[in-house]
């Protein structure tokens, strides 16, 4: 026997007062996260806010001192972009079980969201942020910066 109408309309929107308040909380935790990350040269640790947005760079160890401008813009931009990538997947994260589909009722199949158009490609790529510093190769970036020679 199916459950009737009423009954069925009353979990939906039961879920549904549940599920705005979800997103409520995340809006709520979302607008006060921040990221930062060191480059990886650690001479430069680079903030981003909730938007991200870049809220704070750091010179660490006066090691800019022995740094041209293009080494330490390079650093600079490897701190924030790898900042604003991790405030990026923190999104995505927070707002997973909001695509997801209803688990009790059927007809609430959660939506769509396409990462990739929103915060672009890397976003989607697997986070290996923590194999890359220690495997011991040199950036792209940096390659081109000794190819480039200075002005």
């Keep these: 026997m199916t459950e009737p109408l009423e009954k069925r309309l009353e979990k939906a929107m039961a879920e549904l007062q549940a599920a705005q308040e979800a997103v409520a ?39 800019y001192r022995d740094m041209s401008p293009q080494e330490l813009a ?40 396409d990462w990739e158009r929103i915060f672009g490609p890397e976003v989607l790529r697997d986070d290996d942020e923590d194999t890359s510093r220690d495997s011991g190769t040199t950036p792209a970036w940096r390659d081109a910066l000794g190819e480039d020679g200075e002005d």
């Design 25 to 63: 909380r995340t809006e709520r935790e979302l607008r006060q996260a921040s990221f930062a990350v060191l480059s990886s040269d650690r001479a430069v640790r680079a903030t981003v806010g909730p938007q991200g947005e870049l809220s704070g760079i750091e010179f660490l160890e006066n090691k």
């Design 74 to 113: 390079a650093s600079v931009l490897e701190a924030a972009n790898a900042a604003r990538l991790k405030m990026n997947r923190h999104v995505m994260k927070a707002m997973a079980p909001f695509t997801e589909p209803s688990s009790g009722i059927p007809e609430l199949k959660g939506f769509e969201l």
